[in-house]
């Protein structure tokens, strides 16, 4: 185990993730067996090489149409209960970077504008959020959206304008200011509260914190460091799953990828075994895609134990 402590740059944390790597505990050895069924079908959405983001059920593929210009054409589908992927029909969308599920059958979606808007079920904006947003992620139940935003609104935002976290109730008028932080990103909802887990780099080496409305953030992970070295706990991004209160995230080192456990409440952070794409299971076990085709995939216990 390693106890966290740590820090990131909001543009940069998959940058940071790409680079984390040193330190932690030796992995347990994973839970395995031959893939059927669900699984198998997990395991092909998992290794959608497209694959941008995996928010609820809601998947997000964005591949490149122009190599010169970096044009990104994005598309959405929803994983259905035997774990196949169907197309989200979102008719009224106008072309988007990222979709999210949020409460009462909405959707909240990052525009190939960067604007932030809620919409209803089939894409139509309802309002808009955040003229401009980085990286969101909505709670598990979709009632709470938390974002890059920037310090001073602007239309055009320069490339390193100062940035901050910032969350908001789908239904709340305004939102709430979590942290004030020009390296900060990554931001993700705690279940079934108001706080924010995030990356940052503002005390040294990028590491998770953890802030809330109110409330002063408080680092977690990577604490006295200021570099990859020994002891190192790499930060999370978009591949990521709650299980019981515990994040798991995994985190490319290098030649490999692993999944991680982070416990908030007792910063707490766990190397768990190989994987990406973690997901939770009705069981409540963890299942995170392998390399290679037999098996597909593992599984992994909601304490981090094989």
């Known amino acids: 185990m390693t106890t966290l402590h740590g820090r990131s740059h909001p543009r940069s944390a998959t940058w940071l993730l790409v680079m984390a790597a040193l330190g932690g505990c030796a992995a347990p050895t994973a839970r395995s067996g031959r893939a059927s069924g669900g699984l198998e079908a997990y395991c092909e959405i998992a290794r959608l090489p497209d694959l941008d983001a995996w928010a609820g059920e809601v998947v997000t593929r964005c591949s490149v149409v122009d190599p010169e210009s970096e044009a990104v054409r994005c598309s959405a589908g929803r994983v259905r209960f035997d774990g196949t992927l169907e197309a989200l029909s979102l008719p009224q969308a106008p072309p988007f970077q990222r979709v999210l599920p949020a409460a009462n059958g909405q959707f909240v979606l990052l525009l190939s504008d960067a604007r ?8 139509a904006v309802r309002r808009e959020l955040a003229p401009w947003a980085s990286d969101p992620w909505t709670s598990e ?12 609104p602007a239309p055009e935002p320069e490339f390193d304008a ?3 976290i910032v969350a908001q109730g789908i239904e709340d008028a305004a939102p709430t200011v979590i942290a004030v932080d020009a390296l900060a990103g990554a931001p993700r909802p705690v279940p079934g509260s108001t706080e924010v887990l995030y990356t940052s780099a503002r005390a040294g080496a990028a590491g998770v914190w953890l802030g809330g ?9 990577n604490v006295g460091l200021f570099d990859v070295e020994p002891g190192f ?10 299980v019981d209160g515990a994040l798991f995230y995994a985190s490319a080192e290098f030649d490999r990828t692993h999944v991680w456990r982070l416990d908030p ?6 190397e768990v075994g190989p994987g990406r794409w973690p997901r939770r299971e009705p069981s409540g076990d963890v299942v995170a895609a392998l390399e290679g085709d037999d098996p597909c995939a593992t599984r992994y216990g909601a304490g981090g134990t094989p």
Do not use: F, K, M, Y
């Open 116 to 123: 932030l808007v809620l919409t209803d079920g089939q894409g």
């Open 141 to 152: 139940d979709g009632s709470r959206v938390a974002w890059v935003g920037l310090q001073t």
């Open 162 to 164: 100062p940035t901050q």
């Open 213 to 221: 409305p109110g409330q002063s953030p408080r680092q977690l992970t």
């Open 233 to 242: 706990v790499p930060v999370p991004d978009r591949e990521l799953a709650w």
């Open 265 to 270: 409440r007792a910063a707490v952070a766990t």
